[in-house]
């Protein structure tokens, strides 16, 4: 089955650190780019990183900059988001998303992304 699966949500108090994981199943991540996305209670789904099949391009949303940070693993077919300092405002559903283009970095919802996963939540409060 072909699918993305993300893991390492949870509950962190503001300030605190965790560690988003995108995993691919039945298909490499080598020929894709992967963005990470959050949608937050009665807002729009927004991009938050993404990165390019090499790894050679990442690109982060203002909102996370010096922040977050994406980094993959291909030999574990893995993309992870790292995301430190965090405030309540980063309080959402994360998705990865896999999109087959080398060579580029996309985190526009709006483009027709190959796969998607079904989401971590991530909850920043005291």
């Known amino acids: 089955q072909l699918q993305l699966v993300e893991s390492g949500g949870g509950l962190v108090q503001p300030g605190g650190s965790l560690r988003l994981s995108c995993g691919a199943s039945?298909?490499?991540?080598?020929?894709?780019?992967i963005g990470w996305f959050r949608q937050a209670p009665g807002k729009e789904r927004e991009g938050v990183s993404c990165?390019?099949?090499?790894?050679?391009?990442?690109n982060y949303a203002d909102s996370v900059k010096g922040r977050f940070t994406i980094s993959g693993d291909n030999a574990k077919n893995t993309v992870y988001l790292q995301m430190n300092s965090l405030k309540p405002e980063d309080t959402a559903v994360y998705y990865c998303?896999?999109?087959?283009?080398?060579?580029?970095?996309?985190?526009?919802?709006?483009?027709?992304?190959?796969?998607w996963g079904q989401g971590t939540q991530v909850t920043v409060s005291s």
């Open positions: 998303a896999a999109l087959s283009v080398q060579g580029l970095c996309v985190m526009n919802s709006r483009v027709r992304f190959d796969y």
């Open positions: 039945g298909f490499t991540l080598d020929y894709y780019g």
């Open positions: 990165i390019s099949s090499s790894g050679g391009m990442t």
